[in-house]
Nanobody
Framework: QVQLVESGGGLVQAAGSLRLSCSAS????????MGWFRQAPGKEREFVAA????????SYAHSVKGRFTISRDNAKNTVYLQMNTLKPEDTAVYYC????????????????????WGQGTQVTVSS
């Protein structure tokens, strides 16, 4: 059983920054890609960013490209999401997720490519 625990959310003013962390346990973390997704009230969960198991590949949603950076520290079993120049439309619950495929050669942006999810952390950006 894999456990993912997000932290780092909070309330920030527009143009501010936050760094989210996701700590993983229960599976060999460094063999699986990791992703970040978000869900705003009344909207479907959407892809934000993903990183391959070896950090060789990253992928970003168009809406966050250039502002958000995903990274991982396999020694700490942790994946990060650095969020800069935040906008009110970034307000959502942010979830980290673990890929279901061992050492996938690319990075996925679909929910069904991930089989373990954290409980989420709230990010609120005020205008």
């Amino acid at each position: 059983q894999v456990q993912l625990v997000e932290s780092g959310g909070g309330l920030v003013q527009a143009a501010g920054s936050l760094r989210l962390s996701c700590s993983a346990s229960g599976r060999t973390f460094n063999n699986y890609a990791m992703g970040w997704f978000r869900q705003a009230p009344g909207k479907e969960r959407e892809f934000v960013a993903a990183i391959s198991w070896d950090s060789d590949k990253t992928s970003y949603a168009h809406s966050v490209k250039g502002r958000f950076t995903i990274s991982r520290d396999n020694a700490k079993n942790t994946v990060y999401l650095q969020m800069n120049t935040l906008k009110p439309e970034d307000t959502a619950v942010y979830y980290c997720a673990a890929d279901r495929v061992y050492r996938r050669t690319d990075v996925g942006d679909r929910l069904d490519e991930y089989d373990y999810w954290g409980q989420g952390t709230q990010v609120t950006v005020s205008s």
